[in-house]
């Protein structure tokens, strides 16, 4: 009996250990993921002890100083709602008053979209969930589109519909020779493109070339897509921000509405309020009618539910509170005025500054492209030699955050281009 016992415990041991073998083997071919090309940035930064390091790759305000900022209006929201409000779950759909408020921003004060209910919107987790909920819902309810995103984007947006299973394919936006907007290429694209395609759109202040498409040049891709049938989803991440005027820069969409497109817009108040770590956002699709946009709306929540199921409580109560008190909207209008100028104004130090070392290229794109980012056109090598030499830090792609440059790093950042440019 011993004998029995031991043997049939040394079989339990045996499958004991052949199982711990195998949990063991679960992950052992899971790779290291590669990093991401924009945090990539600011890791690398943290490391380097240098004291003169800049970083001019993250894409975040700063002040003057170089330090991250929280808008008065803010604090003044945080103020007014703090005790007052519980911590029970939002709607799938989010905070109602965020989101109407929200549509204001976007499609008007007055808009008849809005009163008659035609927009199903709900409250997303920034303007990357904005997209993702999107991309799904593109998968769901058109299964054999596919996405066209322009040379170059905002690399995340790729990642956004590979995941939703969305065949991507591209269109020519950027213009490396004029370092300004391939209108010809662009229009083209649109026009081969098959009828009724999705295309994705930067609203303004294009990520990552800061190149925007005219007033005129809006409405001629807005004729031509209605002429193909095309569908525009628009994503605004710098309303406000880009020029300092939030009905300016929602121009294209207000285009767009004009001509009687369907749109979708994907709303960010990262940029615009400084509410990056709260992800606020939201997603809106027009429709037909109200009953068609009950109908959208009921299916945009149930895409989340599995996703996060609620969206968070305490940034949507600082953007109604700010959103819907005449005074709070007024200082915001005026702080988002402010950071839009401050970026103006390091476009044209910087140009300056180029242009007083007698750098022998043309540096005046840097003041024709608007927004937080300025394409400089400086090569992967180029950018590798700031790095390495002058411990400055940005994407290998050349993008420059204006956010990162002050009064007091402009005439070092300048510099440090020049010597790596002036040989063209």
Request: net charge neutral; glycine share 8%.
């Amino acid at each position: 009996m011993a004998h029995l016992i031991r043997a049939g415990s040394s079989c339990r041991l045996a499958s004991s250990g052949a199982a711990r073998s195998m949990s063991t083997a679960w992950w052992r071919h899971v790779e290291p993921a590669p990093k991401d090309p924009i945090l990539g940035v600011t890791e690398a930064f943290l490391a380097d002890p240098s004291p003169a390091k800049v970083n001019v790759g993250v894409g975040a305000y700063r002040d003057d100083n170089g330090k991250p900022v929280v808008l008065e209006c803010v604090r003044e929201a945080e103020r007014r709602i703090a005790g007052n409000s519980n911590m029970e779950y939002l709607p799938m759909g989010g905070s109602v008053n965020m989101v109407q408020e929200t549509l204001k921003l976007a499609y008007g004060e007055d808009s008849d979209l809005i009163k008659d209910k035609r927009i199903a919107a709900v409250q997303a987790l920034s303007g990357t969930g904005a997209c993702r909920l999107f991309a799904d819902f593109q998968k769901r309810f058109s299964p054999d589109s596919q996405i066209f995103i322009p040379v170059p984007t905002w690399s995340n947006h790729h990642n956004i519909w590979r995941d939703a299973h969305v065949p991507q394919r591209t269109f020519h936006y950027y213009h490396p020779e004029s370092k300004g907007l391939d209108f010809a290429g662009l229009m083209d694209d649109v026009k081969n493109a098959p009828n009724g395609s999705f295309f994705l759109l930067h609203a303004c202040a294009h990520n990552p070339t800061g190149v925007d498409p005219t007033e005129e040049q809006w409405k001629e891709i807005s004729n031509q897509f209605k002429v193909k049938g095309h569908f525009a989803l628009f994503d605004m991440a710098y309303q406000g921000f880009a020029s300092g005027d939030p009905e300016r820069d929602a121009k294209s969409i207000r285009i767009f509405l004009e001509d009687g497109h369907l749109i979708g817009c994907a709303q960010s108040y990262a940029k615009n309020m400084g509410l990056y770590g709260q992800r606020v956002g939201c997603l809106s699709v027009v429709c037909e009618d109200e009953k068609q946009a009950v109908a959208v709306k009921s299916q945009l929540q149930q895409l989340a539910r599995p996703m996060y199921s609620n969206p968070p409580v305490h940034g949507a109560l600082i953007v109604s509170t700010i959103l819907s008190d005449p005074d709070l909207k007024k200082l915001w209008l005026k702080e988002v005025k402010g950071m839009a100028d401050r970026i103006i104004g390091m476009r044209t130090a910087l140009k300056q500054n180029l242009e007083k070392l007698g750098s022998p290229l043309s540096w005046e794109h840097i003041t024709k492209q608007i927004g937080m980012f300025c394409y400089s056109g400086m090569t992967p090598e180029q950018v590798d030699l700031l790095t390495n030499e002058f411990h400055i830090y940005m994407t290998r792609n050349g993008r420059i955050s204006m956010a990162g440059v002050t009064t007091g790093n402009v005439g070092y950042l300048a510099n440090a281009i020049h010597e790596v440019t002036k040989s063209g």
